[in-house]
């Protein structure tokens, strides 16, 4: 049997060195705002199976910091050959004509400085601004916030999308979305908020994860990201929750998949 193409996951951006250290092999979404001129960084990046560069520009909203589009630029253009993809800095905030103008600029100016950056389209713009940055022959796909509606958003999504685009989705990096839709990549940063579930638990099975160091637990985690792709990509099937085994069964059906779209560069 041939298991069908399924979607790389990006393990967004490592906060220090531990979770750094753990996230080798894997495919991690650098956010610049955050901590990629962090020097501890430089170690770290050649163990990484491929990387993706993002502005950052979600990350820094709430705080009021600002993604200085020189520098990016600047950073990007040194480093292009060690990302498979570099995100536009897009802008999230505001009006929404307004914003979707100063992306489009933001997008032209790095194209004009040599880059090939990927546009984002949102939840919530007009559907001919997604028709328009799809013709690059690529597109990432944001949620607004909080998410609402988001299978009716994906299904207009990729009924308009050309065929053969390669299409990332921020932020979903899920069992709802990978292999249901053709995604290139889907990006996630719960794999942190499930380390501190996993340290928070109670009960016989916090008596085995007492003795694990959180390196062991987030690669028990990243053992979930790695498999989530092929498990989602049997449609039809039927996959008992090996949680839940041995008390009762809990079935979680998996919908057919839709057409696949191309991969980037590795």
Not at 10 to 39: F, I, K, M, R
Not at 75 to 87: D, L, R
Not at 120 to 128: K, L, R
Not at 132 to 144: D, K
Request: charged share 25%; proline share 5%.
């Amino acid at each position: 049997m041939i298991i069908p193409d399924v979607a790389d996951i990006y393990l967004a951006t490592p906060s220090n060195q531990l979770q750094a250290e753990c996230l080798s092999g894997q495919c991690v979404l650098e956010s610049y705002a955050l901590h990629a001129e962090d020097p501890w960084m430089v170690r770290y990046r050649p163990t990484f199976k491929k990387m993706m560069l993002d502005s950052g520009a979600y990350s820094v909203m709430g705080s009021g910091a600002v993604v200085d589009l020189d520098k990016y630029i600047e950073f990007a253009q040194e480093h292009e050959k060690g990302y498979s993809v570099i995100v536009n800095l897009d802008v999230i905030s505001g009006d929404v004509t307004e914003r979707v103008d100063e992306g489009k600029r933001n997008l032209q100016r790095m194209r004009d400085a040599g880059l090939n950056p990927m546009p984002v389209f949102h939840q919530g713009e007009p559907w001919s601004v997604l028709e328009e940055l799809a013709t690059c022959g690529m597109v990432g796909l944001g949620f607004q916030r909080p998410i609402k509606c988001a299978e009716e958003f994906l299904d207009s999504c990729f009924s308009r999308i050309p065929h053969g685009t390669y299409v990332h989705g921020f932020a979903m990096g899920n069992e709802r979305y990978v292999g249901t839709y053709p995604f290139g990549a889907v990006d996630a940063a719960t794999w942190w908020y499930e380390l501190k579930a996993l340290l928070a638990l109670k009960g016989q099975g916090s008596d085995v994860l007492q003795y694990l160091t959180q390196s062991e637990l987030i690669a028990i985690i990243v053992k979930k990201y790695n498999r989530m792709p092929k498990a989602t990509a049997w449609a039809g099937k039927k996959q008992l929750d090996l949680f839940t085994m041995g008390t009762e069964e809990t079935v979680l059906t998996i919908q057919e998949p839709k057409r696949r779209g191309r991969k980037p560069r590795s």
